[in-house]
């Protein structure tokens, strides 16, 4: 367990400025705010973040993207994407050796010529356990095909994604390997491999582990993730970066560590990313709970960017919980402010 992020006086000075910034906002949020395009995106989230050498992004559906309102939102407030799902090992390689590269293509190629960074997620994630074809392989054919579906993806995308979740979601609650059909085959020696690979395929990507359930190092599974990066370090294993997902039912499963957590994997010389941040609820409870998840990231230097998993509400995976930062008319809402004043006032303490 590493030292707490603030002192004390730091801390108190925070909490008291950040508090009113959020209710001051929050009263902006319950008026009638103004769409995102009435902003400059000089002011956006994307480039506040830019300012302080992080940044901000979102997961984009492809099915969206000749949707307006959708793509004024990404180009005015996100300098980052993420495909969201169509670089899942179903979607991208429903058939051995068969890629369907159209749909994320749309993803890269739209934000490239934006400007806009781009992460790739899911070469190695439990979707795979639904595949037909991956079902049937004997264990020396899954590591091959382990191998050349990394191989053939990063590929194919070199030099367009910079940073690439190699492995996602492989620990379960208590800490053990997930079973899965990588890890019944092979071992836990395939996280090792995937990473490798991906080395391989493309040297100059950053390579992270990503995983939801993890922002708290007092549980077993966190636990397990840091020893994992810990040991990838001490023997030259490929690792970059972990991804923290931060999927919050409300504010209040934010864990009070979340801060302390992102600092010890830093602490580990790897890059700390909020992945897949969304949080549910409404109000200036939400707008708090967003502030404190960026400025805990904001507050240390390796953790360089958050992505929030989805645009507006109503294109989460989970829209009855209204979990993001825009409502379904494409408004900012409360959480927006929280997200935005915490990157601003860390600019000046956090």
Known sequence: MTRALFNGRTGRWHRALTAAAVAGMALIGAAAVPDAGAASAATG???????????????????????????GLLDQEFNSVTPENALEWDAVEPARNQFAFTAAGLVVDRARAHGAAVRGRGLVSPSAD????????????????????????????????????VVS????????????MFA?????????????????????????YNDFGIEDLGLPKAQAVYDLVRDFRSRGVPIDCVGLESHFISAAAIPSTYG????????????????????????????????????????VSRCTGVTVWGVRDSDSWRSNLTPLLFDAAGTRKPAYYGALSAMRICAVRC
């Open 45 to 71: 989230l994307g480039a506040t973040a830019a300012a302080r050498g992080r940044y901000f992004g979102a997961a984009v559906q492809p099915g969206r993207l000749t949707d307006p309102v959708y793509t």
């Open 130 to 165: 639904h595949v037909a074809w991956v079902a049937a392989l004997s264990a020396d054919d899954t590591r091959t095909a382990l191998r050349s579906h990394i191989t053939a993806i990063l590929s194919h995308f070199r030099g367009q994604v910079g940073t690439w979740d």
């Open 169 to 180: 979601e492989a620990f379960a609650d208590s800490g053990s390997v997930r079973p899965s």
């Open 184 to 208: 019944n085959r092979l071992g836990p020696v395939y996280l090792e491999e995937a990473f490798r690979a991906a080395r391989a395929a493309d040297p100059a990507a950053r390579l992270c």
């Open 260 to 299: 302390r957590t992102v600092a010890a994997f830093a602490a580990l010389g790897v890059n700390v990313e909020i992945t897949e941040l969304d949080v549910g609820g409404s109000g200036t409870a939400q707008a708090d709970a967003y502030r404190r998840v960026v400025s805990a990231c904001i507050a």
